[in-house]
């Protein structure tokens, strides 16, 4: 389940991202504009900031992260983006750190691209860091017990789940768009006890707190701190180190 005050707890450092990405996008007067996964819509409102005149459609798979999105003032709907369509008057569609969690993404770009009008634009940020320490980390206290039975079908994502900028170049290119495509592995200064496991608490171990027990929820943490700890030391001014990799898609079709 979804905590958009977790999840917030980093808002500064998970935004900066989103406007790298939102940057690269040309759209001067786009009729409408589309935020697929939303999350708790802090970000949806910097949507409609920049393009004041623009209806701002948004949508989440997060009961939770609609609602906190509403009390924002966004007119958020929770659905899969799987099986969102582009309505006619679409220009822009961006998607922030939501599209790594659908294995066929790269496939739904394309398709977009075939839906939208010529000039519209598609704008991508995935996170790439499936192979970081953290995640190495979770992996093995997963395979422990007790752990092991209630997370075995978990998909802990190993591997090439966030392709490289180039297949998503590739693949629009052949879609008719142009592209600008490109990574960027950001190195985040947190600072707090365990800022690292605070940081996956919010995205990575959503899936572990689901299936575990409060007891089971602590032990597993308890399990995870020392190794977090020791791929993540903290410096003696009290900084922690996180580098993070993320991979940015802009597309415009032509």
Known sequence: MWDPDIYLVFADQRARPFYDLLVRVGAERPR?????????????????????????????????????????GVDATVGDLRDWKPRHDTDVVVSNSAMQWVPEH????????????????IAVQ?????????????????????????????????????????YYAEQLIDAGCTVDAW?????????????????????????????????EWQHFRSELIPLLADAYPTRRDGTTFFPFRRVFVVAQVN
């Open 106 to 121: 790269a496939e739904l770009m394309v398709r977009w691209a075939s839906q939208l009008g010529s000039g519209s634009w």
């Open 32 to 72: 409408r504009v589309v935020d697929l996964g939303c999350g708790p819509g802090n970000l949806t409102l910097e949507l409609a900031r920049r393009w004041p005149d623009a209806v701002i459609e948004a949508l989440d798979s997060s009961p939770e992260m609609v609602a906190a999105a509403r009390e924002r």
């Open 126 to 166: 995935m996170p790439g860091n499936f192979e970081s320490p953290s995640h190495a980390a979770v992996r093995a206290v997963a395979r422990r017990e007790p752990f092991a039975k209630a997370l075995r079908d978990i998909p802990f994502r190993v591997g090439a789940v966030t392709h490289a900028p180039a």
């Open 183 to 215: 990574e960027t592995t950001y190195l985040h200064q947190l600072t707090g006890e365990h800022p690292v496991l605070d940081w996956i608490t919010g995205t990575a171990l959503l899936p572990v707190r689901e299936r575990l027990s409060d007891e």
